[in-house]
């Protein structure tokens, strides 16, 4: 059996980034990917998207049926590929607002204060643009592209309404509006496989192997001491001499904890699964950002450059919030709801929600690993949130109303103008809302008697194991998702390393 100092069990956003830093550090690692190598084209071409979604490289999840959808399913795309989600998302990089991280702190998670992942942040990203240089040189191309005309509409009507131009790039998100920073780099994704693994693959300390799904972890008094996987249906058991880091996400690693016997000790003994540690908070706090499609026909023809996610905007619906709990966001092409007419020259903002009180759950139908597991996340459970979602509606509806659009603003279709007052938009939000493909929580680190992970990422009751993914996030951050997993596994990297924190020097500039 080949030795391996530390197992990596997923090769998606967070666990290429970790496999690569414990690489670079010397470290024995064995990397293991449920999906394929990104041998796709259209993964690399960031305007084919949506041709990714429902594809080979997508686990294709769906959710329990919504009360608070209309009865609806909501469809959740998960990347099963190396680089994972970093693969098929919409490569939008934001580092959320400061105060994110400092709840989080405040929460008992010490040590991930803004001041403290700042230095994270920074250590990953290569911009290109001089004034965001990071001197040391991250790994990570973040590329901000100048604005297509209907994108510079979009800003224009957004100050018409009275939001300020801001670039979230230094200091983290605030309100206002402003352009997309993207994971690009010569036209090309830069998803974290091909920013941090794909150069090192040949490393005589890395080990990748594909097509791997792990069934359950090995754990010996106590402790993890390794992985039993499948490739092709053939069994086979790898050893961990010192740690297994857990970046299989806000689904796979909740669902290999639950198949390890580490969880709810009822939920576990219905299945017949043995309780290797009572674990109440596996699968629970499950969130998401959300989104409601507004479209527009176009006057104009959309250009090509305006097909991509190139602007968004950060709302306080309310002047009490210390940070925005909204993010819509324009797209280039018409994309509309379930059940509404697609225009054949269009575009799309959606209307989002960025801190939704409601709470999920991820539970197991059965120990077999190739079965979906149950996802509830109970969307609108809580009602302020439709109301939030409710207030981005009505406003993204008024910012496209300012005068800087009128050349591109013509018939709404989604949700319509036979829509207007409050209670009609209800019913549109219920039957419109899609997720935006954030969900985390469901391995939330703490303190607490609910959650999973300590702040060194490390799993309660059981030594040698930690999760580094989405799934450890308290709350969702503040905009997009994938920013904040590769700070995480980044610092993932230091605490399993046990090297000093990356110092900050200075919390607001890049």
Same mark, same amino acid.
Not at 32 to 47: R, S, T, V
Not at 103 to 113: E, F, M, T
Not at 352 to 358: A, E, F, I, Q, T
Not at 500 to 510: E, F, I, L, N, R
């Given at each position: 059996?080949?030795?391996?100092?530390?197992?990596v069990?997923?090769?998606?956003?967070?666990g290429?980034?970790?496999?690569?830093?414990?690489?670079?550090?010397?470290?024995?690692?064995?990397l293991?990917?449920?999906?394929?190598?990104?041998?796709?084209?259209?993964?690399?071409?960031?305007?084919?998207?949506l041709?990714?979604?429902?594809?080979? +490289?997508?686990?294709?999840?769906w959710?329990?049926?919504?009360?608070?959808?209309?009865g609806?399913?909501?469809?959740?795309?998960?990347?099963?590929v190396?680089?994972?989600?970093?693969?098929? !998302?919409?490569?939008?990089?934001?580092?959320?607002?400061?105060?994110?991280?400092d709840?989080?702190?405040?929460?008992?998670?010490?040590?991930?204060?803004w001041?403290?992942?700042?230095?994270?942040?920074r250590?990953?990203?290569?911009h290109?643009?001089?004034? =965001?240089? !990071?001197?040391?040189?991250g790994?990570?191309?973040v590329?901000?592209?100048g604005?297509s005309?209907?994108?510079?509409?979009?800003?224009?009507?957004?100050?018409?309404?009275?939001?300020?131009?801001?670039?979230?790039?230094?200091?983290?998100?605030?309100?206002? +509006?402003?352009?997309?920073?993207?994971?690009?780099?010569?036209?090309?994704?830069?998803?974290?496989?091909?920013?941090?693994?794909?150069?090192v693959?040949?490393?005589?300390?890395l080990t990748?192997?594909?097509?791997?799904?792990v069934?359950?972890?090995?754990?010996?008094?106590?402790?993890?001491?390794?992985?039993?996987? /499948?490739?092709?249906?053939?069994?086979?058991?790898?050893?961990?001499? =010192?740690?297994?880091?857990?970046?299989?996400? +806000?689904?796979?690693?909740?669902?290999?904890?639950?198949r /390890?016997?580490i969880?709810?000790a009822?939920?576990l003994?219905?299945?017949?699964?043995?309780?290797?540690?009572?674990?109440?908070?596996?699968?629970?706090?499950?969130?998401?950002?959300?989104?409601a499609?507004?479209?527009?026909?176009?006057?104009?023809?959309?250009?090509?450059?305006?097909v991509?996610?190139?602007?968004?905007?950060?709302?306080?619906?309310?002047?009490?919030?210390?940070?925005?709990?909204? =993010?819509p966001?324009?797209?280039?092409?018409?994309?509309?709801?379930?059940g509404?007419?697609?225009?054949? =020259?269009?575009?799309?903002?959606?209307a989002?929600?960025?801190?939704?009180?409601?709470?999920?759950?991820?539970?197991?139908?059965?120990?077999?690993?190739?079965?979906?597991?149950?996802?509830?996340?109970?969307?609108?459970?809580?009602?302020h949130?439709?109301?939030v979602?409710?207030?981005?509606?009505?406003?993204?509806?008024?910012?496209?109303?300012?005068?800087?659009?009128d050349?591109w603003?013509?018939?709404e279709?989604?949700?319509?103008? !036979?829509?207007a007052?409050?209670?009609?938009?209800?019913?549109?939000?219920?039957?419109?809302?899609?997720?935006?493909?954030?969900?985390?929580?469901?391995?939330r680190?703490?303190v607490? /008697?609910?959650?999973?992970?300590?702040?060194?990422?490390?799993?309660?009751g059981?030594?040698?194991?930690?999760?580094?993914?989405?799934?450890?996030m308290?709350?969702?951050?503040?905009?997009?998702?994938?920013?904040?997993?590769?700070?995480?596994?980044?610092?993932?990297?230091?605490?399993?390393?046990?090297r000093?924190?990356?110092?900050?020097?200075?919390?607001?500039?890049?």
């Open positions: 059996m080949t030795a391996h100092d530390i197992i069990i997923g090769a998606g956003t967070a290429s980034v970790l496999a690569r830093r414990l690489v670079d550090a010397g470290r024995r690692v064995l293991l990917e449920a999906g394929g190598l990104d041998e796709e084209p259209a993964i690399h071409d960031p305007a084919r998207l041709e990714l979604w429902g594809s080979g +490289v997508d686990w294709g999840y959710t329990e049926p919504q009360p608070g959808c209309a609806r399913r909501i469809y959740w795309p998960r990347g099963r190396v680089g994972g989600c970093s693969a098929i !998302n919409g490569m939008i990089y934001t580092r959320g607002a400061s105060a994110d991280y709840h989080w702190s405040y929460q008992g998670c010490y040590g991930w204060d001041a403290s992942v700042l230095p994270y942040f250590r990953a990203e290569r290109d643009d001089a004034a =965001q240089a !990071n001197p040391l040189g790994l990570l191309p590329t901000r592209v604005p005309p209907l994108a510079t509409a979009f800003l224009v009507a957004a100050w018409e309404w009275g939001l300020p131009l801001v670039d979230d790039r230094g200091s983290g998100v605030r309100e206002g +509006v402003g352009l997309t920073s993207r994971m690009i780099h010569d036209g090309r994704r830069a998803s974290t496989w091909v920013s941090y693994v794909a150069p693959l040949d490393h005589p300390n990748v192997v594909t097509n791997a799904l069934h359950r972890l090995t754990i010996t008094k106590g402790r993890t001491t390794g992985v039993v996987y /499948s490739v092709n249906d053939h069994l086979h058991h790898a050893h961990a001499d =010192q740690e297994v880091a857990l970046c299989a996400g +806000v689904i796979g690693s909740p669902q290999l904890l639950l /390890s016997g969880g709810p009822d939920h003994k219905d299945l017949d699964i043995a309780v290797r540690a009572d674990l109440p908070g596996v699968g629970e706090n499950m969130h998401d950002h959300l989104v499609p507004l479209v527009w026909e176009s006057r104009e023809p959309i250009p090509e450059s305006a991509g996610l190139e602007a968004h905007l950060y709302w306080r619906s309310h002047p009490s919030l210390l940070v925005p709990d909204t =993010q966001v324009l797209m280039g092409f018409p994309f509309p709801p379930p509404w007419p697609r225009p054949e =020259q269009g575009f799309t903002v959606m989002g929600l960025d801190r939704p009180r409601s709470r999920g759950r991820l539970r197991l139908r059965s120990s077999d690993p190739d079965e979906p597991p149950v996802l509830d996340p109970r969307i609108y459970t809580e009602p949130d439709l109301e979602m409710v207030d981005s509606v009505l406003m993204v509806r008024d910012i496209v109303n300012q005068p800087a659009m050349s603003r013509g018939t279709i989604a949700p319509g103008l !036979n829509v007052e409050r209670g009609r938009t209800r019913e549109f939000v219920r039957a419109a809302t899609l997720s935006y493909h954030h969900q985390v929580g469901t391995c680190m703490g607490d /008697s609910l959650s999973v992970v300590d702040p060194e990422l490390r799993v309660h059981v030594r040698g194991l930690r999760v580094a993914d989405a799934s450890v308290p709350q969702a951050p503040t905009g997009n998702t994938t920013a904040p997993v590769v700070m995480i596994a980044e610092k993932a990297a230091d605490l399993m390393l046990e000093t924190p990356v110092m900050s020097h200075g919390s607001g500039a890049a």
